[in-house]
């Protein structure tokens, strides 16, 4: 996610993690943001040939459960997630907005991975 508006529910693009043992997310987000976040992974997702990417849903997606749930609050904050030695072939971020379409903020995710 590169500065999306936060008025509605968004997904990041897949990220194939495939011979990625370690990954993580670092999110930022302005004022205004408020939703929860969650990582999804798949392992039968195959990219669509000639489809725009925000159709994303193709797939079978499953939330990874995380040590502690990240949430925004309408404040500026950032936060963390570590994602350890899984086993998916796909992860995505998800943000799902709480604030009615009410949302005026952006959220930036970067995504990075190793091999441990």
């Given at each position: 996610m590169d500065a999306v508006v936060a008025d509605q529910n968004r997904t990041s693009l897949v990220t194939n993690v495939n011979m990625i043992s370690l990954a993580s997310y670092t999110i930022a987000w302005g004022n205004g943001v408020t939703g929860d976040f969650d990582v999804e992974v798949s392992n039968d997702y195959i990219a669509p040939v000639g489809v725009q990417p925000e159709q994303l849903d193709v797939g079978t997606w499953v939330p990874?459960?995380?040590?502690?749930?990240?949430?925004?609050?309408?404040?500026?904050?950032?936060?963390?997630?570590?994602?350890?030695?899984?086993?998916?072939?796909?992860?995505?971020?998800?943000?799902?907005?709480?604030?009615g379409g009410a949302g005026t903020g952006t959220i930036t995710a970067t995504l990075a991975g190793k091999v441990s």
């Open positions: 990874v459960t995380l040590s502690t749930s990240v949430s925004a609050s309408g404040t500026a904050d950032t936060a963390f997630i570590d994602i350890a030695l899984t086993g998916a072939a796909y992860i995505r971020l998800k943000f799902t907005d709480t604030s």
